[in-house]
């Protein structure tokens, strides 16, 4: 395709994929939405009476996907939409804090959902994940605790010895 002045546009991205790239992006908030508003529900918050229609949105959703992409959204899309392990939605780690409360988190989700359904040994699983995350939490602020205790030390020798080269030593009594 040339314009008038003899450029040529090249488009990459039909109607369609355009279309369907944007109901993805629709369904992937509509299910963020609703799998949030789930789990507020599920811990004892939330907006219980927003379910149904969160849930027909989303429905409509896929649909719509479907009749732009000529399939349903792949099980990657959704994952990318939804797991807090995902590309868009896992949190940027820059410590061991940070991946212990995921442990945490993630524990705290797999206990959640094995209680909804019965599932013991996957709340097992769910516990175990749960209490390395709290075990580790708790080996960071040992550390930091034997940390700052070292520290302290060394400050009070410190003054110790600049305070100790300026005083008369004491002498015991009774002599």
Do not use: C
């Not at 390395?132 to 400050?155: D, K, Q």
Request: aromatic fraction near 4%; charge should be neutral.
């Amino acid at each position: 395709m040339t314009d008038d002045d003899g450029i040529r546009i090249i488009a990459s991205n039909s109607e369609a994929e355009l279309g369907a790239r944007l109901a993805l992006g629709d369904l992937s908030f509509n299910l963020r939405e609703l799998a949030a508003n789930m789990l507020r529900v599920v811990r004892g918050a939330g907006r219980p009476e927003n379910l149904g229609r969160q849930m027909a949105e989303v429905v409509a959703l896929y649909a719509r996907y479907r009749d732009q992409a000529g399939a349903y959204p792949s099980n990657y899309d959704i994952h990318q939409a939804i797991s807090l392990r995902s590309e868009g939605n896992a949190r940027k780690h820059t410590d061991k804090w940070s991946h212990a409360i995921d442990d945490i988190v993630q524990g705290s989700l797999q206990i959640a959902a094995s209680q909804l359904l019965g599932q013991s040994t996957q709340e097992a699983a769910g516990e175990s994940e749960l209490m390395e995350g709290v075990a580790r939490i708790e080996a960071i602020r040992e550390a930091n605790r034997l940390e700052a205790l070292e520290r302290r030390r060394s400050e009070l020798a410190f003054s110790k010895s600049k305070s100790g080269a300026k005083r008369k030593p004491v002498r015991p009594r009774g002599e």
